[in-house]
């Protein structure tokens, strides 16, 4: 058949992949003609609420009017433009917003494309920060299990072993170090215990590799796509001391976490310490553009600089690209043009309620949020096919992985709109 005469639909399930996904079988896929607000708006004329905020990052609605302007004045000046040997102003007043909300030890900016590019930048500044000590022996990385830091290979290496699936990619990934999940949850009181609160076994892995290991990489106090799981963040307290008595740099993804998801700014903000690296990404432009950052400290910065070679191995095509610069700044402005504490404090009071009655459901092993997280987990894995067309029902978009069923809600959500991703979220918890 001409592939002309293909519907929109036929088309994509012809030749298009999707993100795990099943090329050749894929699964029910719903096309979508517009977004604004919360709403998507599929071609059948249905809306639904995107309760996933578009994989995290559509922190301020679809098509915000504030961001898609700064877009639109941008796109008309200047959409592209080198990065080596040139500089402009997008990236400048970025980097300055970028400065003014960050932790404070945090001064230089590395822009790239995605997520994972900026996992792979903060794993090469620190190999190259320690090259430049004079250890170059040290360019491995210890994690904590069951974390995700993106799909690129070195990224990958650092993604929990199981649902990462090394094994099937066995002799190409590097071995790193793993210990497990920190098993004092946020909402648990803190013991000083260090084999109750997992800082015995962190201890030993770093001590035990120190003379290998460059970095210890982690997503702080929210791991996401490794498992929804929140942990203490006095466990990140230790962790930086355990690094600084091993001469082993800290870097914290905060890229799930990053711009108020957990209710504060950074889930560094939760903690006492800083990270040496930070990585942030997707609800840096709203949800609006593919962008990303690495920020680091002097002392990294210096380090890396002063040693040899002293140029930083890394330069992406599209880095600092004008219009994702724009679009990011833009995007700041709104966050921190309201009161976006008392709007992700209202998001987890209402979920708090309105998920609690799923404690009762025999299939449902946990209920937690955190900011504007709302997870149910299952004791099963849940289907995210079967999962579509019953939320669809219900006026929503949610699309469950692994044993969750989840929300990240955008901030802008109504307490109605809530509501019905809460109602949603309860039927396939009786359902599936
Ligand atoms: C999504 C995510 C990434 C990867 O970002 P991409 O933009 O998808 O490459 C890395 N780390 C964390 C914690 C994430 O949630």
Redesign the pocket.
Known sequence: MNVRELTTLEFDQQHLWHPYTNVTKPGPTFVVKEAEGVYLTLDDGTRVIDAMSS??CMMHGHRHPQITQAMHDQIDRMPHVMFGGLTHDPAVDLGRKLLEITPKALSRVFYCD??????EVAMKMAVQYQHALGHSGRSEFATIRSG?????WK?MSVCDPDTGMHHLFQGALSVQHFVDRPPITIDQPWSEDAALNGLAELQQVLEAGHNKIAALIL?PVVQ??GGMYFYHPDYLNAARRICDELGILLIF?????GFGRTGAMFATDLCTVEPDII?L??GLTGGHI?F?CTMTNDRVAEGIGGGKPGIFMHGPTYMANPLACATAKAALDVLTGQDWQACVKGLERQMRVELASARDLENVADVRVLGGIGVIEMKHQVSADAAHARAKDMGVFLRPFGKNIYTMPPFVTSPDELSQITAGMLRLAREL
Do not use: L, P, R
């Open positions: 994989w995290w995605s997520g994972s590019v900026a996992v995700y830091h993106g799909d690129t990224a997503e996401g796509t993804d905060e890229i799930a976490t990585c990404g997707k593919s990303a």
